[in-house]
Nanobody
Framework: QVQLVESGGGLVQVGGSLRLSCAASGRTFSSYSMAWFRQAPGKEREFVVWISRNGDSTYYTNSVKGRFTISRDNAKNTVYLQMNSLNPEDTAVYYC????????????????WGQGTQVTVSS
């Protein structure tokens, strides 16, 4: 098990940027693939991006390609999500998730979740 705590959300105008962080507890962070999901009001939680255990592989959902960048620092037990060119459709609660082994875009394959951080993009 790993405990996850997200931070960095907030209110931003269209076209702005935010950087989310997810800090993990424990000494086995590097054994987990990490992902970001998001959930907008009235919608299901959806996949955004995952990053492999050593950070050499990533996979983005189409709607954020070229705008969002995931990275991780295994020495700091932290994964980041840099979000640029934000638009109102990016408004959601963003969740960090961890799973042992390879990355996945399947929500139910992640056993470890943070509490979420709100991102609101205003027009």
């Amino acid at each position: 098990q790993v405990q996850l705590v997200e931070s960095g959300g907030g209110l931003v105008q269209v076209g702005g940027s935010l950087r989310l962080s997810c800090a993990a507890s424990g000494r086995t962070f590097s054994s987990y693939s990490m992902a970001w999901f998001r959930q907008a009001p009235g919608k299901e939680r959806e996949f955004v991006v995952w990053i492999s255990r050593n950070g050499d592989s990533t996979y983005y959902t189409n709607s954020v390609k070229g705008r969002f960048t995931i990275s991780r620092d295994n020495a700091k037990n932290t994964v980041y999500l840099q979000m640029n060119s934000l638009n109102p459709e990016d408004t959601a609660v963003y969740y960090c998730a961890a799973r042992a082994g390879e990355g996945s875009f399947w929500r139910n394959s992640y056993a470890n979740w943070g509490q979420g951080t709100q991102v609101t993009v205003s027009s």
